[in-house]
């Protein structure tokens, strides 16, 4: 009687095995397609393109001197906020502590310089 229970278990096992190997090959057969790349948010419709370059160049020539005249703004800021960070310091004795005014003015010419460097890689 054991050796009859033995032989139905390994078989079972074996059965097992078999069906788990074969449902394996059915999906290595039919891998999982991938899903559709996303569409833009935005199409432009390719007839309004192209019916105007001389006013998509104005446009163009317009954001870019825009561009061009917040990032002089912003580099005149961060020269101001580095001139009076720089006179606090003079005033200050540092060696002890750092006023929280200073690191609050440190921490806002950090996030202009970033700023900056942005708009001059052109994002």
């Given at each position: 009687m054991l050796e009859t229970r033995r032989?139905?278990?390994?078989?079972?096992?074996?059965?097992?095995?078999?069906?788990?190997?074969?449902e394996g090959w059915?999906?290595?057969?039919?891998?999982?397609?991938?899903?559709?790349?996303p569409?833009?948010?935005?199409?432009?419709?390719?007839a309004e393109m192209h019916s105007n370059p001389q006013a998509m160049a104005a446009a163009k020539r317009?954001?870019?001197?825009?561009?061009?005249?917040?990032?002089r703004e912003g580099v005149e800021?961060?020269?101001?906020?580095?001139?009076e960070l720089r006179e606090e310091v003079q005033k200050?004795?540092?060696?002890?502590?750092?006023s929280v005014r200073m690191v609050k003015k440190t921490e806002e010419i950090e996030k202009l310089a970033k700023l900056l460097k942005n708009k001059a890689k052109g994002g």
């Open positions: 032989v139905f278990i390994l078989a079972m096992a074996g059965v097992a095995g078999f069906l788990a190997a074969k059915l999906f290595a057969q039919y891998p999982p397609t991938p899903p559709p790349p569409q833009p948010a935005e199409t432009p419709n390719p317009a954001r870019m001197q825009q561009d061009e005249k917040e990032f800021r961060l020269y101001q906020l580095s001139g200050t004795a540092t060696t002890e502590v750092l």
